[in-house]
């Protein structure tokens, strides 16, 4: 079976493709989705991943490394924003004549014919993404998903589905998701991040009113009402708008009586065009959650499905990878594990955690993720852990960028430290010493948050496995 591929280029009878960086989120859910449709996959990493492997069990190529090689046999070429452009992959496929184009542009091409909701924002919009796959499976509407994490609904961040209807997360961080032009389209919130691309916010919420500005006239925008300018921005778009919201009176969606119990759920009132429509009950803890389910319930309710039955499709939801997931529990020990990279995120996993166990000892492990956002939002990660009684904080990841001459998360303790004096605030270079004295240290932890976007995660998981192997 091949597929036909028509978007920006006239990309007909595509039966081969190589994807350079295979292993990233949303590249490995593209590769999924064309492996799918019986198009021959080959692609190119620098490390073995989770993602990696299970690309190679579906009887994908994957070659560890890049070389000029690679490209043989392949009729498209397509790569993500941290590949440049002298990768000798992308040089051999010009130099062969092969079009190469950014996975932005091969989704956009998975999109054409399609119904398409597109879930953007700064924050949340993996986890607003899964939370609304659930109940439109639920409702029977049979979505394919592409999500930017792994949702463990699904095991995987990509499905398949039998309808027309695609759900999709929509990256601002190159700014790329300006390609997905008609779609429905969910705004979670807008915040300044990724300014090492896009200089200031002010630059940002053009860059999202320009997003908004494609979207679909016949579909709806739901948008968060609690950021400041957002409403405003809203007017973009071209069709009808809905709001949500836990501050702002006037939104469409607005949630109140939030509170978590006692078996860690967390609740709230759900209100709809000003009237009572039920209680929601999540796994999830933390206003930000509170929020990012009231988008999924906006848009599934905009598309026709009963907020009754939204709601209750919730209530099952059990999340994401790395979103506030729980790796361990005990009488008198929790160990999580969260995603939360940016300052925003940070403090509202905080708060997340102290809304469940308000009189823990809160310990946060974390490790900064590259060095041109530590550097740029400085200040703000400074004052980002207030509510934790101990931060530890492990050397910068710094993925796509290089080191910064003179810059390290060092200089991030120290700040912190200038902040709050009397707050524990450790640093350790090496992650396995960071590891091995968190272990060294458990008897006198109650609630351990693993927090970052880079490997920092595997702290949180071999701790829970060791405990889980003392358990029995």
Known sequence: ????????????????????GIGGIGMSALAHALHDRGVRVTGSDVIESDQVQRLRALGITVHL????????GAQLVTHTSAIRRDNCEWEAAAQLGIPVIHRSELLAAFLQGKRAVAVAGTHGKTTTTAMLTTILIDAGMDPTVFLGGISLDLGDNYRLGGSDLVVFEADESDASFRRYRNCWQIVTNVDQDHLDK???????KQMFAEFMSTGNPEGFLVYGSDIEG??????????PTRSFGIDDPNAYYRADEIRCTEDFRCLAQIHVGGRRAGTLSLQQPGHHNICNALAAVGMAHSMGVAVEEAVQSLERFTGTE??????????GLRIYDDYAHHPTEVKAALRGARDLLPNARLTVVFQPHLPSRTRLLLDDFATAFGLADTVIINSIYAAREEPIPGFSAETLVERIRSVDADKPVLYFENQDELLEHVWANLADQELVMVMGAGDIYRVGHTIANRLAQEDG
């Open 65 to 72: 490394g890049h070389n000029a090689a690679n490209v043989d």
């Open 1 to 20: 079976m091949r597929v036909v591929i028509r978007y920006m280029y006239d990309l007909a009878d595509i039966s081969c493709v190589h994807m350079i």
């Open 198 to 204: 896009h200089a200031n916010l002010d630059n940002i």
């Open 230 to 239: 957002l409403s405003d921005m809203a007017q973009c778009f071209p069709g």
């Open 322 to 331: 790395r979103r506030f997931q729980l790796l361990y529990h005990r009488d």
